[in-house]
């Protein structure tokens, strides 16, 4: 952890994602600046989330989303602060959100640029009524054509073309966590200065000490799944020795496994007959999570493989999504090979 109370060790995040910059030569300083103006909206949403329990915008609109969800306030002005401080820039070609049906094209009175950027604006957002962390997830693709409208196809890319990824994660304070291909790296919001700082230097999953998944849907899960929680709970020759923890918000699970190590599921179930996939999607928020994962040590996978090769048919698809250390998400792979297949 880096010693904020001396100056000469303070790393802003600006300071941060430019020196970044140098690993790429090439670089024109767009996707720097794209991280930056996410930043910025983790900023604005944290204002709002530390006053949810105060202000006017708590409560639910009469809106139902895509996924068939109620639209809470919190959810929206998420979605239009990531909107706002990033459609104007002429650095994005076009945004995709889990809150809207279809991909949102730059308005044409601005300029058009070269990125994609993929983002779930409030995950966790059932939690906020309950003073809970929530958090932002977001991806940046490189857009597949030099030039011309952009289509839906181009945000279908599998996320090994992800150029940066990362989360804002809302609770006890607010941090951002990123990686653009050279490590991950985690940074908090400092609320007297206003910025964030560096914190978490490269981020590297340690040995598993929790295992995050919601048991209220056991009776749901395949065989190879059921076995692999027996597993994470040390039955028959399994691991010992691991907590679980679950608080039902990805970023937050995800996070906290990232920094304690362990694992966090959401498997593909029988629950829900129209979402045999789970409940997570895979462009907003598994692929996002899966390129930080595999940047720390650590690996995601849909039970059969990397998530990072799945390549998406639609904007909203689902995926079962295992995620944390590498040895435990190959081990569900292993039982779900032998015993589902
Ligand atoms: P909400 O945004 O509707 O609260 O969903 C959060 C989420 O997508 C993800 O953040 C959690 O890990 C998962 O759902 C929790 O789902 P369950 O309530 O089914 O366990």
């Given at each position: 952890?880096?010693?904020h109370d001396n100056?000469?060790?303070?790393?802003?995040?600006?300071?941060?994602?430019l020196?970044?910059q140098?690993?790429h030569?090439e670089a024109?300083?767009t996707?720097?600046?794209i991280?930056?103006?996410l930043?910025l909206?983790?900023k604005?949403?944290?204002?709002k989330?530390?006053?949810?329990?105060?202000a006017?915008?708590?409560?639910r609109?009469?809106?139902?989303?895509?996924?068939?969800?109620?639209?809470?306030?919190l959810?929206?002005f998420?979605d239009?602060?990531?909107?706002?401080?990033?459609?104007?820039?002429?650095?994005?070609a076009?945004?995709?959100?889990?809150e809207n049906a279809?991909?949102m094209p730059i308005?044409?009175?601005?300029?058009?640029g070269?990125?994609?950027?993929?983002?779930?604006p409030?995950?966790?957002s059932?939690?906020?009524?309950?003073n809970m962390?929530v958090?932002?997830?977001?991806g940046?693709?490189?857009r597949?054509?030099?030039?011309?409208?952009?289509?839906?196809e181009?945000?279908?890319?599998?996320g090994?073309?992800?150029?940066?990824?990362?989360?804002?994660?809302?609770?006890?304070?607010?941090i951002f966590?990123?990686?653009a291909?050279?490590?991950?790296?985690?940074?908090?919001l400092?609320?007297?200065?206003?910025?964030?700082?560096?914190?978490?230097?490269?981020?590297?999953?340690?040995?598993a000490k929790?295992?995050s998944?919601?048991?209220g849907?056991?009776?749901?899960?395949?065989?190879?799944?059921?076995?692999?929680?027996?597993?994470?709970q040390?039955?028959?020759?399994?691991?010992?020795?691991?907590?679980?923890?679950?608080?039902?918000t990805?970023?937050?699970?995800?996070?906290?496994n990232?920094l304690?190590?362990g694992?966090f599921?959401y498997?593909?179930?029988?629950?829900?007959?129209?979402?045999?996939s789970?409940?997570?999607?895979?462009?907003y928020?598994a692929?996002p999570?899966?390129?930080i994962?595999?940047?720390?040590?650590?690996?995601a996978?849909?039970?059969?493989?990397?998530i990072l090769?799945?390549?998406?048919?639609?904007l909203h698809?689902r995926?079962?999504?295992?995620?944390g250390?590498k040895e435990l998400?190959?081990?569900?792979?292993?039982?779900?090979r032998g015993l589902?297949?």
């Amino acid at each position: 952890m880096a010693d904020h109370d001396n100056p000469s060790s303070i790393i802003t995040i600006e300071r941060h994602i430019l020196e970044e910059q140098a690993f790429h030569p090439e670089a024109t300083g767009t996707l720097t600046n794209i991280l930056y103006d996410l930043a910025l909206a983790g900023k604005v949403i944290a204002s709002k989330t530390t006053r949810a329990g105060l202000a006017e915008i708590l409560g639910r609109t009469e809106d139902i989303n895509v996924q068939g969800e109620t639209v809470l306030k919190l959810d929206r002005f998420a979605d239009l602060t990531v909107q706002r401080l990033t459609d104007h820039t002429g650095r994005l070609a076009g945004l995709a959100s889990e809150e809207n049906a279809e991909f949102m094209p730059i308005p044409d009175k601005y300029p058009m640029g070269k990125y994609l950027l993929v983002f779930d604006p409030l995950d966790g957002s059932s939690n906020v009524d309950f003073n809970m962390p929530v958090g932002t997830i977001f991806g940046v693709y490189r857009r597949l054509r030099e030039s011309g409208p952009v289509s839906t196809e181009e945000f279908l890319q599998p996320g090994r073309n992800l150029v940066a990824s990362g989360y804002i994660a809302y609770g006890t304070s607010t941090i951002f966590v990123y990686t653009a291909g050279h490590g991950v790296h985690g940074f908090t919001l400092d609320p007297h200065v206003g910025e964030f700082l560096l914190s978490h230097p490269n981020i590297e999953i340690p040995r598993a000490k929790y295992f995050s998944v919601n048991l209220g849907y056991q009776m749901y899960w395949s065989l190879g799944v059921q076995r692999y929680t027996e597993y994470l709970q040390g039955h028959g020759g399994g691991i010992k020795g691991l907590s679980l923890r679950y608080i039902g918000t990805l970023v937050s699970d995800f996070h906290r496994n990232l920094l304690a190590g362990g694992v966090f599921y959401y498997p593909a179930d029988s629950k829900d007959p129209n979402s045999p996939s789970g409940k997570l999607r895979l462009l907003y928020e598994a692929a996002p999570l899966a390129f930080i994962a595999e940047q720390a040590g650590g690996y995601a996978s849909d039970g059969t493989g990397s998530i990072l090769d799945i390549e998406p048919t639609s904007l909203h698809q689902r995926t079962p999504l295992f995620i944390g250390n590498k040895e435990l998400v190959e081990k569900v792979e292993e039982l779900i090979r032998g015993l589902d297949s």
